[in-house]
């Protein structure tokens, strides 16, 4: 932290915090049809990174689905919840330190890359590409917007079509599946809308060959 905001609350000082409220408020929520789009592109015993885990309620419906999961959050107070709530061992990691490679089958960020700055998301993308499979999927969600801005200690980035669609053009091992709107599920947020996006890893041209078919 530097100097001149010494005072200021950070994002991760914010979720250390208010971890148990954030759990209650977010655990029980059913994100319904999010998780359809994701899962219909996932082989049946694929591995899902759920990547800034928060309460762990993604990663807990993952595993209820027979995948295997590993998941993590930069807040040490929000890894014991969700250890707790899950039965994992969630991983204490920053995704600035993410150093997975071809391991993942799918990753689940939900609401969580809305906290990076919008001049280093290209990085953590490509730090993201490098953890999936060859046609690996990753579903990402931001508020919907294209601004950056402050609000009760923590930062946002919100995107929409446009912007992130700018974005992608610098990341060309990325396809673009899928991209559309949705309200807030949480009661008393449905004025707020989201991007949700799923994007593919380009075939690796040196192997030939494609993955099984997936259904």
Same mark, same amino acid.
């Given at each position: ?5 010494k ?15 954030y759990?209650?408020?977010? $655990? ?22 759920? $990547?800034?885990?928060g309460?762990?309620?993604? $990663? ?9 999961v590993?998941?993590?959050d ?5 890894v ?6 899950t ?14 490679e ?21 990085n ?9 499979k ?5 579903y990402i ?9 402050s609000?009760?200690?923590?930062h946002?980035s ?8 700018e974005?992608?053009k ?5 396809n673009?599946?899928?991209?559309w709107k949705?309200?807030d ?5 449905e ?5 949700n ?8 041209i040196?192997h ?6 997936r259904?």
């Amino acid at each position: 932290m530097t100097p001149n905001n010494k005072n200021k609350q950070t994002t991760l000082e914010y979720y250390q915090s208010n971890a148990e409220a954030y759990f209650l408020d977010t $655990a029980w929520v059913d994100p319904g049809e999010l998780y359809k789009p994701f899962l219909e592109l996932m082989p049946e015993t694929g591995v899902i990174l759920d $990547a800034g885990c928060g309460s762990g309620r993604d $990663a807990r419906f993952f595993m209820k689905q027979g995948f295997k999961v590993i998941a993590f959050d930069n807040s040490s107070q929000m890894v014991k919840l969700a250890s707790d709530f899950t039965g994992l061992n969630c991983l204490h990691l920053s995704f600035e330190n993410i150093e997975f490679e071809n391991k993942f089958d799918g990753i689940w960020a939900c609401a969580s890359l809305l906290h990076v700055r919008k001049k280093n998301m290209l990085n953590i993308l490509k730090k993201f590409c490098a953890a999936l499979k060859n046609r690996g999927i990753m579903y990402i969600s931001y508020k919907y917007g294209n601004r950056e801005y402050s609000r009760e200690g923590r930062h946002f980035s919100d995107y929409d079509e446009q912007c992130f669609s700018e974005l992608l053009k610098e990341i060309t091992s990325f396809n673009l599946k899928k991209m559309w709107k949705t309200k807030d599920l949480r009661p008393g947020h449905e004025n707020e809308k989201w991007l949700n996006i799923l994007l593919e890893k380009k075939q690796d041209i040196r192997h030939p060959f494609f993955r099984q078919k997936r259904f």
